[in-house]
């Protein structure tokens, strides 16, 4: 969700899936899983997506809510790197395993990421 020019909420149908896309929702379920196991309270979770956001919006990000998931993923990642959850080799290497697999993948075809 963004924010309109008059101060408002920009909000999708009531009707509308709670995720544009699935990878989306993977990175919702992670985080709660994260937490679950205790990488992080709500309240660390909470501070570092604002912090991601923050950092978009100084950026240049216009805040039209499009990239809210991205700023997720990216909240995700810089808590997973401080916590030790994953190395900064670990990350690029399956990013750029990630990249590999869409740029292989027909479109309209699930991308299948191996290891």
Known sequence: MGRLSG???N?????????????QAQAFALTLGLHAQGLFSWGEWAA??????????AAGDPDTGER?????LDALE??????GAVGRKELGER?????????????????ELRR
Do not use: C, M, N
Not at 48 to 57: F, H
């Open 7 to 9: 101060g408002g909420v």
């Open 11 to 23: 909000r999708p149908p009531e009707d509308a899936p709670p995720f544009a896309e699935p990878w």
């Open 48 to 57: 570092a997506l604002g912090e991601a956001i923050k950092r978009a919006q």
């Open 68 to 72: 809210y998931w991205h700023h997720w």
């Open 78 to 83: 810089t808590l997973s790197l401080a916590r």
């Open 95 to 111: 990013i750029e395993a990630w990249d590999r697999a869409v740029r292989a993948t027909p479109h309209g075809q699930p991308i």
